[in-house]
């Protein structure tokens, strides 16, 4: 069974930093995109950045130059190192992924969340 498991949340005042990641496991032959969304209470799901297999990337612009997205491909591991946090980015961060598992099926996936706080 696939899941995706994220780590790293928590509470910190503005201008400081947080590193969250996101592991995989289960019977997986590859692992394609990775991203990081996030959610605020009253607002709707939104893009925080994504990653391809190659190590492409993309940021929304609130987070340009203040989060950097990475993979360890052979760890199965997605990281998103936040600097500079305010508490706009206070949300709960997901995980998701596209993922080719073992029966050659190919489907995307989503972590539980990990709640961030920023304090003024």
């Known amino acids: 069974q696939v899941q995706l498991v994220e780590s790293g949340g928590g509470l910190v005042q503005a201008g400081g930093s947080l590193r969250l990641s996101c592991t995989a496991s289960?019977?997986?032959?590859?692992?394609?995109?990775m991203g990081w969304y996030r959610q605020a209470p009253g607002k709707q799901r939104e893009l925080v950045a994504t990653i391809t297999r190659a190590g492409s990337t993309n940021y929304a612009d609130s987070v340009k130059g203040r989060f950097t997205i990475s993979r360890d491909n052979a760890k199965k591991t997605m990281y998103l190192q936040m600097n500079n946090l305010k508490p706009e980015d206070t949300a709960v961060y997901y995980c998701?992924?596209?993922?080719?598992?073992?029966?050659?099926?190919?489907?995307?996936?989503w972590g539980q969340g990990t709640q961030v706080a920023v304090s003024s």
């Open positions: 289960g019977s997986i032959l590859s692992i394609n995109d």
């Open positions: 998701n992924a596209d993922l080719t598992e073992s029966d050659y099926d190919r489907r995307r996936y």
